[in-house]
Each structure stands twice: as C-alpha cells, then as structure tokens.
C-alpha cells in the first residue's frame, strides 16, 4: 500500500536535497549520463548530415535515450538497494518504453496545442508565447508526478497525482524558477574560461571548451538533480510503495 502523506511538502527542501544527492553521488551521475549525452549528440549529427529526411527521428531516439538514463536516476535517487547492487546500471525494457511514450504523448499534445494556438489567431510576439507556455506549464505541471511513477513501479493514481501538485503549486512555481536562475549561474560560470580563451584569440578552442563542459558536465548535472527533485518531491508528496528488489 503506498504511504499517505500528511506533513507539508516544501519543494525547495526537496530541491536542496536533491542537490545534495547529486554532487554526493556525482561520479554515478556521470558515468552513466555523459554516454547519453553522447549518444544525443551523434544522433544530432546523423540527423543533419544523413538522415535529413527521416521527420522525427531524432525526437523520438532522444526521448528513448533521456528514458534510459531518467528511469535509471529515479531508482538510483530512491531505491537503496540499487544504490548498493554494483551490476545496476543502465537499462531498456519495458519501464524506458513507457517513460519514453509518456514524454512523446506530451511532445504530441504540445504540439497539437501549438496548432490549435496559431489557427485561433496566435502570433509570434514575445508575450503570445509566454502566454502559451505558461498555460502548458499549467496544463503539464499536474501530471508530472507520471514520470517517477512508472520508474519506480508506482501505481497510476493520476487524479492523486494532480491534486498534490495543485496543492503546492505556488512554492513549486518558485522553486522552478529559483533552479531556473541556479541553471543560468552556472552557464554564466562555464562563459568565464570561454571568454578568457577569446581574449587570448583562441575562439575555436573556446567554442570546444564551451561544448565540452555544458553538454558534458553542466547537463549531466542538470538532468540528474530535476530528476532527483522529482522523486524525492514524489517520495514526500505521494510516498513510495514498497518495491522489491529485482523487479
């Protein structure tokens, strides 16, 4: 039986923790996202370059690859005896395909929505789309609960789901923009060998150095404490059922 849940849920404590988590266990991290990473980049390219004409490919090989190392970093956030099997490590199975259809399905509403938004008389104009993103962030926010669900073969209480979320909606506002403005600083931070690097005219190494460290450190990193932040916020919000081991 999942645990009830009667304390309140402070979403930047879970933030925190989840940061904690992350540079705790940060050689995990790595080790099993750069190879996604990797993989993202390759597929970028094949797409450019050989597969032009394959219409979204590559959306639906990056789903299943971000899938792969998500549900992995799920379990690992939460699930103490994965953290301790040495043999756990990245997987595809049924819980990926899962996880990835869900992410299409909202990459698809999403898209059906943009349709609908322009055909009503929507316009590119910079308030037009932060109108329209901010109503898929409330149409998207309550159901996100999804995803830790099927990684941690949680049961599908989507109803439940989306009045936790409802519940906190406001400080969960805020702390996704306190980690928006914690994202841009290390951005900032990454500019500062690229710009010394540019003053010493060296803009190519610079343009690698740059690459290197966002898509293989400063990504990682990102993709591994919002992971974390939702399944801890799913741990204090919903509870966890009791999983087995093995399973």
Sequence with gaps: MVMEISQTVKPTACLLEAFRFVIRHRWPCLIRAVPVVAMTALIAWLETNILAAADYFRLVVNELLYAIFAVYWHRYTLLGFERENSDFGLQFGLREIKFAGAMIGYVIITYLLARVYVASGGDASSASIVLFMGLLLLCFMPLMFIFPAIALDQPM???????????????????????????????????????????????????????????????????????????ILYRESIGIAPVKAGS
């Design 157 to 231: 209480r989507i109803g439940h789901f989306a009045r936790s979320i409802i519940d906190m909606f406001l400080p969960l506002i805020g702390t996704l923009m306190l980690s928006l403005i914690a994202v841009i600083g290390l951005y900032i931070l990454i500019y500062m060998p690229m710009l010394l690097l540019i003053l010493m005219n060296r803009p190519d190494m610079a343009g690698i150095v740059f690459y290197a460290l966002s898509s293989f450190l400063i990504m990682p990193f990102i993709m591994a404490v919002f992971i974390s932040f939702l399944s």
